[in-house]
């Protein structure tokens, strides 16, 4: 006869199962986290791709360029939404503005449109400490006024104290008074609190860099930095690498000529600093003065090199901790800037110069060569250094990619699942993604292959949108609010041309009619690169657009 047993015994047996699975679990999750990648998401606001390694001749860039020397840097990235709080919302869920819903500053994703999932929520649950520095998500409603936190983080983020002052009376003027101007070259020492929130953000990036080195787990790391966003609030002693005669204007200072009211922004937040008020400009099309044009592209340039030296002292440290062997850096822009293209001095809308930013990612043994014991990848280098030599960029892509990928490609490129495709609608989907995954870029076969990759630019294609209340340019052209949306801009950008068409918009539906058309635009990039002359009107292009059509 069988004997049964007790009980209490099962009970034990059961028990003592579930912690060995337990504990097999954990150590296999720590075994999965030692070899895990690390991740530095550096996120720059208002950043055009003026930058040495994107071939500008001007701007001194030298730490970005090193990074760039060791990355994969895409030529053609473009921004979805060239404004603040809908690209970041849009390429950190990886979804459309047209999905998020999101194309003021004005709303929070998960309450208005969808519970959807972020890219540091993802890596969050998937085992990585999720810290944010400065600027990542827009802040205020569009984040839910926490930077979406707990769902992103693990602790609360980061803000430089320094920051309340960016917008306040801190530039000395000429008449020896302090002014809340455009163009504010400062003292550091003499700004309150004796610093700036880009450098407090560095700073307090390196103090975490050093704390997670210690971490069993892996770490995500995500740092905004603020310039070159307007004011131009730096450190005086960047305007000595651009000697205003040095400074030449847009190439095309003009508003062209074909070019749709409804395409053209006013630039209104910069009429509203001190010493722009100054000079009286006209609404909506100015222009201002050419010896201020110059200023302001001077000092643009300047905050670009002072967010240089920020990323570099950054790297630097990431080098000096051992971490840079086991760190994918991922560098990018939520949009451009206009510095007087198309006479137009801000982002706000689909041109190229708003939309086109720099994108790049390093991945230790993929990108460069694993660093040796004692080599330093990235040493500081000091801009005002003339002995720092341009470098060229490592590998570079000519695709057409989006902002939108990021997502999918960080989360490839760490070992992580990668997110499915969205189906549509996708508002009922927590984890999915929009955006195309670009790991297929980074599948070298040698270190001699042609840096010079990858695919058919011809078979790539980026889209970005934006909003206008009116035909006609008026005072909230620029940053309309939801209820006063009533036109849309769909832009596409292939390798050949830019396609633009504005259509009527409800906003109350969120939806497009592509039957009411108020205005279109097409610019051939062989021809007009700078996307000047508007050929949607010539009879001769008629076929062509209408194949577009579908």
């Known amino acids: 006869m069988p004997l049964t047993p007790p009980a209490w015994l099962l009970l034990w047996l059961s028990l003592l199962l579930s912690s060995v699975c337990a504990a097999l679990k954990t150590a296999a999750q720590a075994s999965a986290s030692t070899g895990a990648l690390n991740v530095l998401l550096i996120i720059v606001d208002d950043l055009r791709p003026s930058l040495g390694c994107y071939g500008d001749k001007i701007v001194r860039s030298p730490n970005i360029d090193q990074l760039a020397a060791h990355s994969l840097l895409f030529q053609n990235a473009f921004a979805q939404q060239a404004v603040c709080a809908p690209s970041r919302v849009s390429f950190l869920t990886g979804r459309r503005p047209d999905t ?104 307090e990036a390196i103090r975490l860099l050093e704390k997670m080195k210690t971490l069993s787990s892996p770490f995500f790391l995500a740092i905004g930095y603020h310039k070159p966003h307007i004011p131009f609030r730096y450190p005086k002693e960047f305007q000595k690498l651009y000697p205003l005669e040095n400074i030449t204007l847009a190439p095309d200072p003009q508003v062209p000529g074909g070019l749709p009211p409804v395409a053209y922004n006013p630039w209104m937040d910069i009429r509203q600093r001190e010493d722009m008020k100054a000079l009286n400009i006209s609404v909506p099309y100015g222009p201002i003065p050419v010896d201020f044009q110059q200023k302001i592209r001077q000092s643009y340039f300047a905050s670009v090199s002072y967010l240089d030296t920020q990323v570099g002292h950054l790297l630097g440290a990431l080098d000096d901790l051992g971490l840079a062997n086991r760190t994918i850096i991922a560098f990018m822009s939520d949009h451009g800037w206009s510095l007087g293209e198309h006479g137009e001095w801000a982002k706000y809308s689909n041109f190229d110069v708003t939309t086109r930013v720099p994108l790049m990612f390093y991945v230790p043994g993929k990108t460069a060569p694993l660093p040796e014991a004692g080599q330093k990848l990235f040493p500081y280098r000091d801009p005002f250094d003339p002995a720092s030599e341009w470098m060229a960029p490592g590998r570079q892509s000519w695709d057409l990619v989006e902002l939108m990928s990021l997502f999918p490609t960080l989360a490839g490129l760490a070992g992580l699942q990668v997110p499915p495709r969205c189906p549509i609608p996708s508002f009922h989907i927590e984890l999915c993604r929009e955006g195309q995954s670009l790991l297929n870029h980074f599948r070298f076969h040698d270190w001699e292959e042609d840096p010079h990759l990858h695919g058919n630019p011809h078979e790539s294609v980026a889209y970005s949108q934006y909003p206008r209340p009116a035909d006609s340019p008026q005072w909230n052209s620029d940053k309309p609010s939801l209820k006063d949306i009533k036109i849309m801009g769909y832009s596409i950008r292939t390798i050949d041309y830019r396609y633009t068409v504005w259509v009527g918009f409800n906003p109350d539906e969120f939806l497009a009619n592509f039957t009411d058309i108020h205005a279109g635009e097409l610019y051939f990039v062989d021809s007009d690169p700078l996307q000047d002359h508007n050929v949607y009107n010539d009879s001769q292009h008629r076929e062509f657009l209408q194949s577009l059509i579908p």
């Open 100 to 203: 998020t819903r999101l194309y003021d500053f004005n709303s929070y994703w998960r309450a208005h449109s969808g519970n959807f999932s972020t890219i540091p929520q993802y890596f969050k649950e998937n085992g990585y400490v999720t810290v944010s520095v400065g600027k990542v998500f827009h802040p205020g409603i569009s984040s839910n006024y926490s930077d979406d936190s707990p769902y992103s983080w693990s602790f609360l983020p980061y803000h430089p104290s320094s920051e309340k002052y960016e917008n306040t009376k801190t530039c000395r003027g000429q008449d020896g008074e302090l002014h809340a101007n455009l163009l504010c070259p400062v003292d550091v020492k003499d700004v309150p609190e004796g610093t700036l929130p880009d450098i407090q953000s560095t700073e």
